[in-house]
């Protein structure tokens, strides 16, 4: 008895490589910007470049990046201006192409500062920066930078291995949708504070050093203490009934801060406690604000 053999299926076609992401680039310096647009394109980005503040909201509109590298000394519209509009405008964000990961809302911003301008840099993180690099800087480092906040704006866990929401009190954060509610109210956090949430959370009553949960959460061996304090002041602005009384993210004095899920938590026992003292900025060095090859 003769047995018929089906014929062999046909191989899968290629698999269309994800277009690549893209990244607005608004620095009114040409060499700077000349430098970061190279290394970016190298690295498989989609750049534009556009030289002031009126300019990047117009093209932001249109060319809808995934990121924008923001310096904040532009001509026109200032960059804190800039940052603060952008973090307004979630409808901005792009749709996903197909075989491409949904892009984050709102858009990532990653600013570049010069070395005098630490207030600046702080009110940038106030209004919702996602970091910084401070010039002059290494522009592989930007691009380093860049990558790592795309990858926590972007990440979501395994589709196999789902990760269930954590809780505590009236807070709920969903790491698999990156989205977290008090009280049934959504909460508009952005990629670094979400993240940070998420760790105190699943750490209550541990308390961190600022160092440790810029390991933790930044993926950073060193930087400016003065972005975890950013972020917690922030943070606890959208989860405390009272910023100033803070009772769910509490400052330890003298060691970190910790996150309490009970109501009634004390602040370690200070009234009016503050949040443990910024490291005084570097002095001007007098460098040349151009980026190190």
Not at 115 to 129: F, M, V
Not at 249 to 265: I, N
Request: include cysteine.
């Amino acid at each position: 008895m003769s047995r018929t053999t089906p014929p062999a299926s046909p191989p899968p076609g290629p698999v269309p490589a994800a277009p690549p992401r893209r990244i607005l680039v608004v620095e009114d310096d040409p060499t700077v910007a000349e430098v970061v647009t190279g290394y970016l394109t190298r690295a498989g980005y989609a750049t534009e470049h556009v030289t002031d503040g009126w300019a990047a909201l117009d093209r932001a509109a249109s060319f809808r990046p995934h990121l924008v590298v923001l310096d904040l000394m532009l001509p026109g519209l200032d960059g804190l201006e800039v940052c603060r509009r952008l973090r307004g405008a979630p409808t901005m964000t792009p749709t996903p192409a197909p075989h491409q990961a949904p892009p984050p809302s709102p858009v990532p911003v990653v600013m570049l500062t010069a070395r005098g301008e630490a207030p600046d840099r702080i009110l940038g993180l106030e209004l919702g920066a996602d970091d910084y690099v401070t010039k002059p800087f290494s522009p592989r480092e930007l691009v380093l930078r860049i990558g790592s906040v795309l990858r926590r704006a972007e990440a979501a866990p395994p589709a196999a291995t789902p990760v269930p929401p954590v809780r505590a009190g009236d807070l709920t954060a969903d790491p698999a949708a990156r989205h977290a509610v008090r009280a049934g109210r959504p909460l508009s956090l952005t990629a670094r504070e979400f993240d940070l949430l998420l760790f105190l959370m699943r750490n209550p009553g541990r308390v961190f050093a600022r160092e440790d949960l810029l390991h933790q959460v930044w993926g950073w061996e060193f930087g400016d203490l003065s972005t975890v304090t950013v972020h917690v002041r922030r943070l606890r602005e959208k989860i405390e009934d009272d910023p100033a009384a803070p009772r769910l993210l509490v400052t330890v004095w003298g060691a970190g801060y910790r996150f309490d899920p009970a109501d009634g938590t004390a602040d370690d026992g200070r009234p009016g406690d503050d949040d443990p003292p910024d490291p005084a900025p570097p002095a001007p060095t007098g460098t040349a604000e151009t980026p190190r090859p």
